[in-house]
Nanobody
Framework: VQLQASGGGLAQPGGSLRLSCAASGSIFSINVMGWYRQAPEKQRELVASITSGGITNYADSVKGRFTISRDNAKATVYLQLNSLKPEDTAVYYC???????????????WGQGTQVTVSS
């Protein structure tokens, strides 16, 4: 099982980016999927999460600007980043709670990070 993230890059303040993260491998089910970020010299923090049923949760700092969504058929989670601010600059990581087909032990999996830089 692995998660592959994509979509980071450079954006101007007020701009937008869209991140994607696809899970692959021998997967039985995926429960919560989410995005975290880590800025230089700061701890990794939760940005947003979404359950398999579509219930979402956001950090206060991104509410109203970022939107998380998922396509269960494609085992993919998305993060739409709008109204970007310089303080959104960080490495963004996706995370998913996955039950593989075998061994059938639920575990948390991380994708590789993708850099988001907001600068004029």
């Amino acid at each position: 099982v692995q998660l592959q993230a994509s979509g980071g890059g450079l954006a101007q303040p007020g701009g937008s980016l869209r991140l994607s993260c696809a899970a692959s491998g021998s997967i039985f089910s995926i429960n919560v999927m989410g995005w975290y970020r880590q800025a230089p010299e700061k701890q990794r923090e939760l940005v947003a999460s979404i359950t398999s049923g579509g219930i979402t949760n956001y950090a206060d700092s991104v509410k109203g600007r970022f939107t998380i969504s998922r396509d269960n058929a494609k085992a993919t989670v998305y993060l739409q980043l709008n109204s970007l601010k310089p303080e959104d600059t960080a490495v963004y990581y996706c995370k998913a709670q996955i039950q593989p087909i075998f061994p059938p032990a639920i575990a948390h999996y991380w994708g590789q990070g993708t850099q988001v830089t907001v600068s004029s």
